[in-house]
């Protein structure tokens, strides 16, 4: 009889384990096009005039469980100084079923006082001779997984995403006979926010009120058959 409860309770707690440890894959962010049609750093007032245009594609590479994602910040940096952040004006929104994609059109213009080092103008000069550009853009997402009877709670944007991007300027001739903008995978750097996640699918699969009866039921049963 114990062999038996325990072969339940074993199958009962193995169940959210293996969810942990096979659950649902993160999404895939994808930047498919980059337009830069101004980029200019003024040295005496410090000040940077940027006019930048992003694709972004986000993929569901899950067959069952749908994510959703709420809100949605895009930080933009050259040499390490972030010169844009914007909260993306979007209601969330979900995505269900594998190869399921949304496009979103992100217009990033505006100016940003910055203060550069030596090298980091130095680079800047060289790149703007060469007519390409290293710009780096984070997004910070907010991500919600449902998949059959688990689930994550809706973070904050937390999630970091990091698309580190080879941008040509378009007015430049150098960068439009040289360079054309190449599609970026960006890099999911959210994995220990991913196993935070999947520890409070277990733990909500163990706070559920159902699983905790059926616990108290099977000890007592255990503990009168004993």
């Known amino acids: 009889m114990w062999r038996g409860i325990r072969l339940q309770l074993c199958l009962l707690l193995a169940y959210p384990i293996l969810w942990f440890i096979f659950g649902p894959r993160d999404p895939k ?8 049609t101004q980029f200019n750093f003024t040295n005496h007032n410090k000040t940077l005039d940027y006019n930048l245009a992003l694709n972004i594609t986000i993929t569901n590479p899950n067959r069952k469980a749908a994510i959703f994602y709420g ?44 203060v550069f080092g030596e090298r980091e103008i130095s680079q800047f000069n060289s790149e703007t001779v060469a007519g390409v550009y290293s710009i780096d853009v984070r997004l910070y997402v907010g991500i919600r997984v449902l998949g059959g009877y688990f689930k994550t709670r809706h973070s904050n944007p937390s999630h970091k995403i990091d ?15 040289r360079f054309t903008f190449k599609t970026t995978k960006c890099r999911n750097d959210i994995s220990l926010q991913t196993l ?31």
């Open 29 to 36: 962010f994808i930047i498919t096009d980059a337009s830069l």
């Open 196 to 226: 935070k996640q999947r520890a409070e699918s277990v733990q909500f699969f163990l706070g559920d009120p159902t699983v905790q009866v059926l616990l108290v039921c099977i000890y007592i049963f255990a503990a009168v058959r004993g």
């Open 163 to 177: 698309c580190n991007l080879k941008v040509p300027l378009q007015s430049s001739e150098t960068s439009a006979n």
């Open 71 to 114: 809100k949605i910040q895009v930080a933009s940096t050259y040499r390490n100084k972030v010169f844009s952040l914007v909260t993306l004006p979007f209601e969330p929104f979900g995505q269900c079923g594998k190869n399921r994609t949304i496009s979103h059109h992100i217009p990033l213009k505006g100016s940003k006082s910055l």
